[in-house]
Nanobody
Framework: QVQLVESGGGLVQAGESLRLSCAAS????????MGWYRQAPGKQRELVAA???????NYADSVKGRFAISMDNAKNTVYLQMNSLKPEDTAVYYC?????????????WGQGAQVTVSS
């Protein structure tokens, strides 16, 4: 089994920054990627960004140029640096580990971290 521990959510004003962290432990040898999804109230969960162990990244169009995903392979930790936050970025952000083979397929999910951006 894989365990994921997220941290870094909170309340910020529009234009400010936040960084989310997610540490993975357990049986992670079978996964080659980590990522972040988010779910806003009344909306479907959507992929925000994903990264493979060799550094390939994938971003949602809505966050390109503002968010940056990175991974520390030695620590099995993924980060999401979120800059120039907008009220529409308000959501619960879920870390996950999965497999990337052209498309990212999440397998295990974290508990979620609330991000609230006020206008």
């Amino acid at each position: 089994q894989v365990q994921l521990v997220e941290s870094g959510g909170g309340l910020v004003q529009a234009g400010e920054s936040l960084r989310l962290s997610c540490a993975a432990s357990g049986s992670i040898f079978s996964v080659n990627a980590m990522g972040w999804y988010r779910q806003a109230p009344g909306k479907q969960r959507e992929l925000v960004a994903a990264i493979t162990r060799d550094g390939r990244t994938n971003y949602a169009d809505s966050v390109k140029g503002r968010f940056a995903i990175s991974m520390d392979n030695a620590k099995n930790t993924v980060y999401l640096q979120m800059n120039s936050l907008k009220p529409e970025d308000t959501a619960v952000y879920y870390c996950n580990v999965g497999v990337y083979s052209g498309t990212y397929y999440p397998r295990t999910w974290g508990q979620g971290a609330q991000v609230t951006v006020s206008s």
